[in-house]
């Protein structure tokens, strides 16, 4: 039941179906009969946060255990946190309405660094003190994990414990950890010692920062002899036996994916230097078609929904791809459920692969050629031809598809007006393809959409030495770029730079910052990743104030022998290589992948003796008389 406070105010705020949790598939328990109550925070709104797939894997997997409940809780908008606040409404479980703050955990996923604020708030609406030095009880201890928890730094004051690299087991090991901590009354401080013994765990109140005179980072030294110096990534070896659920939450409010989800792979084997992801989540681990197929008609099954999407970073990658479209389409098609590949590479596009997508339903068609010219492909190690992006698009089109979405990026490596420029070139290349095709779909005319995003330099890849380009000079290569297109068959959206100024600065930031994200909270950053919330004064002048130069953090090249804030933690793939890749990058020099060629990445040791992609993919021609 809504608690009447509550309820007598929903009218207030728009959309009220955030607030109220009781979705189809929701779990609720007795909480007299477990033993340790986790709350899911994802610090955003929750049409982003009911479409990760993380929550959906995790709050099964927890819930999965009798004697654990975990309950989702979003950051409210800015008029229900208006209410909150006036009406002393405390931060709350979905599934309860039981305040957070006397759970046993706080959990949150960073997917995202303009989410950092949001942490911080969603911790004081639920009436806890930010600062992790303040929360003296054992409960609750606030977590976070995701892919920015490879560089934790700037929320270091606030975070008890960071989960590194993939949570199926960890979660589990630390929540373990706590009930036993609870049973024989342990105090926080023995039990954070403890838990940063359990591999992937990162306790960062246990570890001291110390700096050279010019700001960088001199070293991170384990306080205890009983710690490890480097703290290793967790990862799920057998991708066919880890957990997956069979039923997910249905939202009452349209989420920005309202789709079926399924897993098919983690890792990449392409090696684009410019892709955080791509290096964070190697190795390259594959799940059976069968696994992939089993999972998906469980989902429809208990879901309703008519939209089901193959979720890695290279769907078309998975070996089995087309063997599993198969599959699915033999109950797919016939219940009129749409199979969406969101992950399509240009260079794996075939006319098979595009036939069994377009069987059930037709909409654009999405591809990253990232840069527009042959030189800048080489340099992020695209490796895809222009050949290759023209004959994708030529099938498409022969296929009967006349919009296509192209990805870009600006701001990369070594980039030129030219490289800028070629954007528009070869945009305008693929309308002048659709209308010189003498089998072109008739009587439609062709829209090839092009999104440019500013880069930003990420750790843990190639590019974390890079210097991110000014916010000036990103202006200058929009407007040269908007310049440059001259159809009106070419439609073109950039994204705002000063949003990946700050992006940058904390992507790179230090614990210093941990009082420049309080400071930039206090002064009303919230929900940063919307663009109408951001207001980049709060965050240039928190810096200001502070004493600390926005452009030490963004806008300089770092040596290779520099210590970086992150490089405490190891996500597998070594130094040498990623120096390595930025030298070839400088030289405009690509590097095979995976399949092709083993770029001694050093993944691999993640495996537990298991054979890395490249190995296993050789093994596969010779065993088929190809190698």
């Known amino acids: 039941m809504i608690p009447k406070k509550l309820e007598r105010n929903l009218l207030k705020v728009q959309k009220p179906g955030r607030y109220i949790g009781g979705e189809p598939g929701s779990v609720h328990k007795d909480k007299t009969k477990v033993d340790e109550r986790i709350a899911f925070c994802f610090p955003d709104m929750y049409e982003v946060g009911m479409s990760h797939l993380g929550m959906k894997i995790l709050y099964s997997l927890y819930n999965s255990r009798e004697n654990f409940w975990c309950e989702r809780v979003f950051a409210p908008d800015v008029d229900m946190e208006d209410v909150m606040r006036s009406e002393g409404i405390l931060l709350y479980g979905l599934e309860s309405f039981d305040p957070i703050k006397d759970f046993d955990f706080i959990a949150f996923t960073l997917q995202y660094e303009m989410s950092y604020t949001g942490v911080l708030n969603m911790l004081d609406l639920a009436g806890l003190p930010v600062r992790a030095s303040e929360r003296k009880e054992l409960s609750p201890i606030v977590i976070a994990g995701g892919p920015c928890a490879c560089n934790p730094e700037p929320l270091t004051a606030f975070v008890d414990l960071f989960l590194i690299g993939e949570g199926e087991e960890v979660n589990l090991e630390i929540t373990e950890l706590h009930l036993k901590a609870k049973n024989e009354g342990w105090s926080k401080e023995q039990y954070l010692h403890e838990a940063a013994k359990i591999p992937g765990v990162y306790v960062p109140s246990l570890y001291d920062v110390t700096y050279h005179e010019d700001g960088t980072i001199k070293a991170v030294t384990p306080i205890y002899d009983d710690i490890p110096e480097k703290i290793t990534k967790r990862i799920i070896v057998d991708m066919d036996k880890v957990f997956y659920p069979d039923k997910f939450v249905v939202p009452f409010v349209e989420p920005v994916h309202d789709r079926a989800m399924v897993e098919v792979l983690r890792g990449c084997i392409r090696g684009c230097r410019f892709c955080q992801a791509g290096f964070i989540y190697r190795p390259f681990r594959e799940k059976r078609a069968e696994t992939i197929d089993k999972c998906g008609k469980a989902l429809c099954d208990s879901t309703g929904y008519n939209e089901i999407s193959l979720t890695s970073l290279s769907t078309s990658d998975l070996s089995e791809i087309e063997p599993l479209l198969d599959k699915m389409?033999?109950?797919?098609?016939?219940?009129?459920?749409?199979?969406?590949?969101?992950?399509?590479?240009?260079?794996?596009?075939?006319?098979?692969?595009?036939?069994?997508?377009?069987?059930?339903?037709?909409?654009?068609?999405?591809?990253?050629?990232?840069?527009?010219t042959q030189r800048i492909r080489d340099v992020i190690n695209k490796n895809v031809s222009e050949e290759e992006i023209m004959n994708t698009c030529r099938t498409a089109f022969e296929g009967g598809y006349t919009n296509?979405?192209?990805?870009?990026?600006?701001?990369?490596?070594?980039?030129?007006?030219?490289?800028?420029?070629?954007?528009?070139?070869?945009?305008?290349?693929?309308?002048?393809?659709?209308?010189?095709?003498?089998?072109?779909?008739?009587?439609?005319?062709?829209?090839?959409?092009?999104?440019?995003?500013?880069?930003?330099?990420?750790?843990?890849?190639?590019?974390?030495?890079?210097?991110?380009?000014?916010?000036?000079?990103?202006?200058?290569?929009?407007?040269?770029?908007?310049?440059?297109?001259?159809?009106?068959?070419?439609?073109?959206?950039?994204?705002?730079?000063?949003?990946?100024?700050?992006?940058?600065?904390?992507?790179?930031?230090?614990?210093?910052?941990?009082?420049?994200?309080?400071?930039?909270?206090k002064k009303g950053s919230r929900l940063d990743g919307w663009s109408e919330h951001l207001d980049i004064e709060r965050w240039t002048g928190s810096m200001k104030e502070l004493g600390l130069d926005a452009a030490f953090y963004a806008n300089r090249r770092r040596a290779y022998d520099e210590i970086e804030p992150w490089e405490h933690l190891d996500y597998g793939v070594s130094k040498e290589f990623l120096i390595r890749e930025n030298k070839l990058a400088h030289a405009d020099t690509t590097t095979p992948n995976c399949k092709q060629k083993c770029s001694a990445c050093a993944a691999n040791k993640l495996l537990k003796g298991e054979k890395c992609v490249a190995a296993k993919y050789q093994d596969f021609l010779r065993e088929n008389g190809k190698g």
């Not at 590949?341 to 692969?353: C, I, Q, T």
């Not at 190639?462 to 000036?472: G, L, N, R, V, Y």
């Open 404 to 521: 296509v979405k192209l990805y870009f990026m600006m701001g990369l490596p070594t980039e030129t007006d030219d490289d800028i420029r070629g954007i528009a070139v070869l945009a305008q290349k693929i309308v002048d393809m659709f209308y010189a095709m003498p089998n072109r779909p008739k009587g439609k005319g062709v829209n090839v959409s092009i999104s440019c995003a500013c880069f930003v330099p990420k750790p843990f890849t190639p590019f974390q030495f890079e210097p991110q380009d000014t916010m000036e000079e990103f202006d200058r290569k929009q407007k040269l770029l908007r310049s440059s297109i001259t159809t009106r068959k070419v439609t073109l959206s950039c994204h705002d730079a000063s949003t990946s100024f700050v992006e940058e600065i904390l992507a790179k930031g230090d614990r210093r910052l941990c009082d420049v994200v309080e400071l930039a909270w």
């Open 329 to 372: 389409l033999t109950w797919s098609q016939e219940r009129k459920i749409n199979l969406s590949l969101p992950s399509l590479r240009v260079d794996n596009f075939s006319e098979a692969l595009l036939e069994k997508i377009a069987k059930v339903r037709k909409s654009g068609l999405t591809f990253a050629p990232e840069g527009g």
